[in-house]
């Protein structure tokens, strides 16, 4: 079987790429040229240089049998609404759109937990809520969920789309990073004093690509399904990251209201003066709510294995300290 997989150089792209190529697949990924895709040239794969709105995409989908879009443009940012919306709705519009012309037998698309939001009267939100667009903070929460409506759209119109829904990835292969990444490579190298009262849904990289596949081998087409694992404070997740590296966790607890401000400076004030912003009020926003998630249904119709998390810190740790990132 010959997968197509979008966003191939990414955090999770690039681990999928590594475990169809360990099932046997054989693997075209598309690439956008400025990428840095030094890793993906040494592996047996296609490379498509093209992009999610590119007109010619169902050209480079022709002889694939199954589509992986893990593809999505990432920014907490205001100022990329626009960006936001043409890559992750249009280009998701464009590629579905192409897959149905080049025959794709089946769709894998990776949303997010951001599309779905919080349900506010339960602790644990699972795949049956859904947030209002309007209630989700900022421009790239909204865009996933738009995007998602076109994944459903299409599903409705008979193709054949499974969605997967993963919360907070850790592992290998991070390098831009992600927020999550970016939590762990500031710990090692202890940039980080302080922490705010937050939590999140933490998951090992590798449980989430094995989750895409179990989603093509079993997924409910129409369905989604949340990938995740364990739901733990921020301040829980540094001891375990302190547990795991011997580097002490921060102590100090500071109230929200310290970061809002300093964003709201960054990026409304200082860029301005065209100081490039470090912190963004978006994500400060995000932070004052707990985002936990049940991921039962993945775990009970799709077998999604639920690796330790220790083990999916260590491996990310030793990730970036193999390639001096600290």
Not at 198 to 220: I, M, P, R, Y
Request: with cysteine; net charge neutral.
């Amino acid at each position: 079987m010959k997968a197509f997989v979008t966003g191939g150089s990414g955090f999770i792209g690039t681990n999928l790429i590594h475990l169809l190529l360990d099932q046997g697949f054989e693997v075209r990924s598309m690439v956008r040229p400025s990428r840095v895709i030094s890793h993906l040239k040494t592996l047996p794969v296609e490379l498509a240089y093209t992009d999610l709105n590119s007109p010619r995409l169902a050209f480079h989908l022709e002889g694939c049998d199954v589509l992986f879009h893990v593809a999505a443009q990432y920014s907490l940012w205001q100022s990329d609404k626009d960006l936001l919306y043409q890559s992750n709705v249009l280009g998701t519009r464009n590629l579905l759109a192409a897959a149905k012309t080049a025959g794709i037998q089946r769709t894998i698309y990776t949303s997010s937990v951001a599309a779905i939001g919080l349900n506010p009267s339960h602790p644990c939100t699972d795949e049956t809520y859904q947030s209002s667009p309007e209630s989700l903070i900022g421009a790239y929460k909204q865009s996933k969920y738009w995007a998602e409506q076109e994944a459903i759209a299409a599903a409705n119109l008979g193709q054949d789309i499974v969605i997967v829904n993963p919360t907070s990835p850790i592992g290998p292969w991070d390098a831009k990073p992600t927020p999550t990444g970016d939590i762990i490579l500031r710990f090692l190298r202890r940039q980080m004093p302080a922490f705010v009262d937050t939590g999140l849904n933490f998951v090992s990289v590798e449980d989430v690509c094995w989750g895409h596949l179990l989603a093509l081998q079993k997924g409910v087409a129409g369905d989604r399904y949340i990938l995740g694992h364990q739901n733990l404070t921020l301040q829980a997740f540094l001891q375990t990251l302190s547990d795991s590296t011997g580097i002490p966790a921060p102590k100090l607890q500071i109230p929200h209201w310290i970061p809002l401000s300093a964003a709201w400076m960054d990026e409304k004030v200082l860029t301005q003066f065209g100081k490039v912003p470090s912190l963004a009020i978006d994500s400060v926003r995000m932070s004052k709510q707990k985002m936990y998630y049940n991921s039962q249904k993945a775990i009970t119709d799709l077998g999604l294995p639920q690796t330790d998390l220790n083990q999916a810190i260590e491996s990310a740790v030793k990730w970036y300290r193999d390639r001096d990132y600290c």
